[in-house]
């Protein structure tokens, strides 16, 4: 079993639909964790944190649940801009070890 | 653009060569990490480096592969005896507070 697995896509959804990505990770010694997005052929860039209170930017929310083991991100009024791969990523306590989902690719249509 | 710059951005090699990478993080992040990518898959985790120290290394990071980061600054991976599952993009990551700043990556393809 992979240490961090996401949802397999891709995501095809319509412009303004509302979309949910879910990742589990295995370690419960994970300390933090992150969404990250990455357009093709480019880098990864970090999209938002991950707290346990869960938190909001603009249309995004992400959320997480300690106790299950997942993270999950949701993206309102969906744009064509949000097409991307989204990539979840968790730290592990203790050390800087850091892993990365397999990414899940979302594509909105307009 | 973050800050990280990673040359060259693109290395064709044949089977058997040895190839080196450059990262230039951004000067005030001590913690730098090295990944690899390859098509549909996230990055993985090859090595990290707090200042000059390497404090992890993957397992993925054989005896072919090599980093270092002299004086805590730029940091350099080097793969001897390239092989042709070595082809990927080779991500170097630079950390500050809890956001990590990818480079470009360097695109390796082994003939």
């Known amino acids: 079993r992979k240490e961090v697995e996401q949802d397999p896509g891709p995501f095809n959804v319509p412009e303004g639909a509302t979309v949910a990505f879910n990742c589990t990770y295995s370690?419960?010694?994970?300390?933090?964790f992150f969404w990250y997005r990455q357009d093709c052929r480019k880098e990864p860039k970090l999209l938002m944190s991950?707290?346990?209170s869960g938190n909001e930017d603009g249309r995004f929310t992400a959320q997480l649940n300690r106790a299950s083991q997942y993270i999950s991100l949701l993206i309102r009024d969906s744009k064509l801009s949000d097409s991307a791969t989204y990539l979840c990523v968790v730290l592990f306590t203790g050390g800087f070890k850091t892993i990365f989902g397999a990414g899940t690719r979302l594509f909105v249509k307009a | 653009d973050t800050g990280v710059s990673q040359n060259p951005r693109h290395k064709i090699t044949k089977r058997g060569q040895n190839v080196t990478f450059r990262c230039d993080p951004i000067?005030?992040?001590?913690?730098l990490y090295w990944y690899r990518q390859t098509l549909g898959q996230g990055p993985e985790f090859l090595t990290y480096f707090q200042n000059e120290a390497q404090l992890e290394k993957s397992r993925l990071l054989s005896d072919r592969f090599s980093a270092e980061r002299p004086k805590g600054s730029f940091s350099t991976l080097e793969i001897q005896r390239t092989e042709q599952g070595d082809s990927a993009m080779y991500l170097c990551?630079?950390?500050?507070?809890?956001?990590?700043?990818f480079g470009p990556g360097t695109r390796l393809t082994v003939l």
């Open positions: 991950v707290y346990s």
């Open positions: 990551a630079n950390q500050g507070a809890d956001t990590q700043y």
């Open positions: 000067s005030e992040h001590n913690r």
């Open positions: 370690n419960s010694a994970s300390q933090s």
